[in-house]
């Protein structure tokens, strides 16, 4: 009689602790937060990614686990990053990044925010980009919280309700649901500090 084989798991997090991992992006597979801050950036300022023979925008370049997650990037192989490019945008000229960790010694993120903003001469948001740290398996764009706040006068209800998206979609596990009220305030004060930025 033949033994049934153990059936593979690609993130150890999916049955262990959880408390730093992803609410967003992941899969049966995988769970595991993408670690990093810078490209959490060059994902809110559209970068495009070099590999020597071909341009792709980073949004396609990181890669979502569902059923393979071995593969995190979309290179080839024998592909290698030779350059980065960062569109010049009105958001990119005045931007901030914010990052809350559990303590100060310790380099990954909590939740982080990559955000860049410009106002109109009437006052409403002419240009607003948004990409979240620590919550999502990748660099993680806030579209919906953009296209909320885009055109209008940035209230604070409005502020408030837009950055609640933040975690539109999330699939929150016991030890981390903490980040589903972390992104949207930090969001939200990465918002704040632009405006006041802009009226100073």
Not at 42 to 52: I, K, M, N, Q, S
Not at 118 to 136: N, S, Y
Request: aromatic residues 6%.
């Amino acid at each position: 009689m033949q033994q049934a084989q153990p059936r593979q798991r690609g993130c150890a997090a999916l049955d262990g602790a959880t408390h730093n991992h992803a609410l967003l992006g992941g899969s049966a597979a995988c769970i595991a937060t993408y670690p990093g801050d810078f490209a959490v950036a060059l994902a809110a300022f559209d970068a495009v990614v070099e590999t020597g023979t071909r341009w792709m925008p980073v949004a396609d370049f990181f890669l979502l686990p569902g059923d393979t997650p071995q593969r995190e990037f979309a290179l080839e192989p024998g592909e290698v990053i030779t350059a980065l490019c960062i569109p010049d945008s009105a958001a990119a000229r005045r931007s901030t990044y914010l990052k809350l960790r559990d303590r100060a010694s310790y380099e990954f993120a909590s939740v982080s925010v990559a955000a860049g903003l410009a106002l109109g001469a009437d006052g409403r948001i002419a240009a607003l980009r948004l990409a979240l740290g620590g919550v999502a398996t990748i660099p993680w764009r806030l579209r919906a919280v953009e296209a909320a706040l885009i055109g209008e006068i940035p209230t604070p209800a409005l502020l408030r309700e837009a950055s609640a998206l933040a975690m539109r979609g999330a699939a929150p596990r016991a030890d981390n649901r903490h980040k589903l009220a972390l992104a949207p305030r930090l969001v939200h004060r990465a918002i704040e500090q632009l405006l006041q930025g802009e009226a100073a």
